[in-house]
């Protein structure tokens, strides 16, 4: 007998792409039928989290002044109970590896095995928040004239300090599941070898769509259309915002009026994503003519709905892999780590730039791309997504010896 605690993601928290990681997960364990598996899950939603997915639910809270999620007495506990830790997928190599670190550590010190479970990433840059550490390194770079950026050199030394603690960790779980070969060259950079590195791609690729009614429910709630026109789906994360948002609103409406499809806002955060939502179409000359879902979605919900969907536009990495799931085309645009662009890569397509670069000219042309080369795209995607569900189910036989 087996007790799983996966941990060290925000579940629970309304984020689509992580809920449908963890669900995933979650099946994906049942799936290898390892006799008397007890499955158990940090959440900020216990309750709710406990009633979908039939498991164990250890309360997920967060600092009041930092709004971090914290290591509680209760999940230490709940570690101590478990004889296997998983960090499930989410980009925490990059966007917090020091949070996903002290997860394991955590579970180390209990005595836990560490599995790392479809985790990705770029190289991490860290940055100083403003503040009295900050100030300090911006005057020090004006008693030079500026000739010396004293911030960066600080920012450079932590970031090297940080991919060496990076790699150290990682070498020490017992199973380390990457979701892409982009990420494994990350930690090979870091001077890890490759020896107990595999690829198992993201998690979301085993998930399982609702039956139709879910999806005729989201159309009903979006008042969707029913004149037969191409739907195109649109999602800029609140996190990264576009910085070019006009450039997205010229975008949407040329989708109206210049290629004769509708324009539907599907946020991944129900709250927001809908607010980021409202900003483009306030700044549209056809906003009045969309539609936001501003019903909060379960992903198996949303997979269920995406094939109505002609192609997607989203900086969200999760509603792209949803979408290419559900063999629809994206276009996608970065948000500064590199994931968006190494999965847009299988299918032969490039980002359309990131959240900082990104304009009206290089959009239109990617969305062009997707629009004229639909069909062909579609084709390729379904059978991508194919390979890489097989090659995750595969990659997930390893946990079968943690798990004994």
């Known amino acids: 007998m087996a007790k799983v605690l996966i941990a060290g993601v925000p579940?629970?928290?309304?984020?689509?792409?992580?809920?449908?990681?963890?669900?995933?997960?979650?099946?994906?364990?049942?799936a290898l039928h390892v006799a008397g598996l007890e499955i158990a899950v940090v959440t900020a939603s216990p309750e709710a989290t406990a009633k979908k997915l039939g498991v164990a639910c250890v309360p997920l809270l967060f600092d009041k002044i930092t709004n971090r999620p914290v290591w509680s007495d209760e999940i230490r506990q709940a570690c101590r109970q478990s004889q296997v830790y998983?960090?499930?997928?989410?980009?925490?190599i990059h966007d917090y590896p020091m949070h996903m670190l002290a997860g394991l550590a955590l579970a180390k010190e209990c005595g836990c095995k560490t599995v790392v479970y479809g985790t990705g990433g770029g190289v991490y840059h860290h940055k100083f928040y403003e503040g009295r550490k900050t100030r300090?390194?911006?005057?020090?770079?004006?008693?030079?004239?500026?000739?010396?950026?004293?911030?960066?050199?600080?920012?450079?030394?932590?970031?090297?300090?940080?991919?060496?603690?990076?790699?150290?960790?990682?070498?020490?779980?017992?199973?380390?599941?990457?979701?892409?070969?982009?990420t494994r060259e990350t930690l090979a950079l870091y001077g890890m070898g490759p020896s107990k590195i595999h690829v198992c791609g993201d998690a979301a690729f085993a998930l399982q769509p609702a039956?139709?009614?879910?999806?005729?429910?989201?159309?009903?709630?979006?008042?969707?259309?029913?004149?037969?026109?191409?739907?195109?789906?649109?999602?800029?994360?609140?996190?990264?915002?576009?910085?070019?948002?006009?450039a997205v609103a010229r975008v949407c409406d040329d989708i109206i009026e210049k290629y004769g499809a509708r324009v539907l806002f599907v946020p991944m955060d129900p709250v927001t994503d809908v607010k980021t939502s409202d900003e483009i179409a306030s700044k549209m000359k056809r906003g009045a003519d969309t539609r936001i879902i501003r019903?909060?979605?379960?992903?198996?919900?949303?997979?269920a709905f995406l094939p109505r969907l002609h192609s997607i536009i989203s900086s969200r990495l999760h509603l792209i892999i949803l979408g290419a799931v559900a063999g629809v085309p994206s276009v996608g645009i970065g948000r500064g780590s590199g994931k968006v662009t190494a999965f847009q890569k299988r299918f032969g397509l490039d980002a359309a730039g990131d959240y900082l670069t990104v304009n009206y000219d290089i959009l239109s042309r990617s969305f062009d791309e997707v629009w004229?080369?639909?069909?062909?795209?579609?084709?390729?995607?379904?059978?991508?997504?194919?390979?890489?569900?097989?090659?995750?189910?595969?990659?997930?036989r390893l946990l079968i010896p943690i798990l004994m």
């Open 295 to 303: 019903r909060p979605m379960e992903p198996e919900e949303m997979l």
């Open 11 to 30: 579940y629970g928290t309304g984020n689509v792409g992580d809920e449908a990681i963890l669900a995933a997960i979650v099946a994906q364990l049942r």
């Open 86 to 92: 998983i960090h499930g997928g989410a980009t925490g």
């Open 136 to 182: 300090i390194l911006l005057l020090m770079s004006k008693l030079t004239l500026n000739l010396v950026d004293f911030r960066k050199i600080a920012e450079a030394i932590v970031s090297k300090s940080c991919h060496r603690k990076i790699a150290d960790a990682l070498s020490a779980v017992d199973l380390l599941l990457l979701r892409d070969a982009e």
């Open 372 to 396: 004229h080369r639909h069909d062909e795209l579609a084709a390729i995607i379904k059978a991508e997504m194919q390979k890489a569900r097989k090659t995750f189910e595969d990659a997930s």
């Open 211 to 246: 039956g139709p009614a879910a999806a005729a429910k989201i159309a009903a709630a979006a008042n969707l259309w029913n004149d037969g026109k191409p739907i195109v789906g649109v999602c800029i994360s609140s996190q990264k915002k576009v910085v070019d948002m006009a």
